[in-house]
C-alpha cells in the first residue's frame, strides 16, 4: 500500500519551521507532497513593524523551546527590526513550486528559505534572494529565474486556492497541518506531540499500514490561516 504524506504549510509559518525536522523525518520514508496556503498574501502579506516584531518574537522564543529549532541573529536583529522588509508568502511559495517543477526539490527549497529566512535574516520575499537561495541547491540561475517567472501571478494564486480547498476538504484551520492519504482516504494527522521528537514521528509513520482515524488538535502550536498563534 502506497501511503503519501500530505504536508500544508506556509512558508512564513513559524511553526512550520519548528516542524520541519518532522518533515526531514517522514521524507526518509514515504512520499510528502507540500501544499502552501498563502497565510501572508495578497491582502494578509504585511510589512516589519515594531508590533509585528515584538509579536512574532514572542512564539519564536516558545517554538525554540518546543522543537529545538535555531533562530539566528540575522533573523533576530536584523530582518525584525527592518521596517523595509514585507513578509509575503506568495514570491517563496512560487520559488518552491519553481524549484519543484525543475528537478522534484520543492521541499528543498522550503527548508532553504526557511533557513534563510529564520537563520540568516534574508528577504525571501525578493525574487533576487530566491534565485540566490536556488543556486544553493545547484539549480542553474537563469534557468530557475525563467522557472520562477512561471510561477508568479495566477499560477502561484492557483495553488494557494487548491490549497485552501484541501483544508477545508480535511478540516485542516491552519498551518502546519499533515493528512495521510492511503487507497484514496484522507486522515488527519495531530503532530503536536511530536514536536522536537521527528525520530518517534518517524517511527509512528512506520506503523501506519492500516491507517486509524486520528484527529486534529494542535492546541496553540499551530498559525491559523492569517497569522501565527503563540
Known sequence: MTTTLHYIYDPLCGWCYGAAPLVKAARAILDVLPHSGGMMAGAQRQAVTPQLRAYV???????????GQPFGLGYSDGLLCDTGAVFDSE?????????????????DMLTQLQIAHYVEGRHIAERATLIAVAATLDLDPAAFAAALDRQFGEAVQTHIRATRELMAEV???????FVLEAEGVM???????YLGRPQEFQDWLRGQTNLAATTTDAGTFACDINRCAI
Not at 58 to 67: F, G, K, S, Y
Not at 171 to 177: D, E, K, L, R, T
Open 57 to 67: 518574537k514572542q512564539h519564536d522564543e516558545r517554538i525554540a523551546q518546543l522543537t
Open 91 to 107: 514570491p517563496p511559495t512560487a520559488a518552491i513550486l519553481a524549484a519543484e517543477q525543475m528537478a522534484g526539490r520543492g521541499l
Open 171 to 177: 478540516g485542516a484551520q491552519g498551518f502546519p497541518s
Open 187 to 193: 486522515q488527519s494527522v495531530d503532530i503536536a506531540g
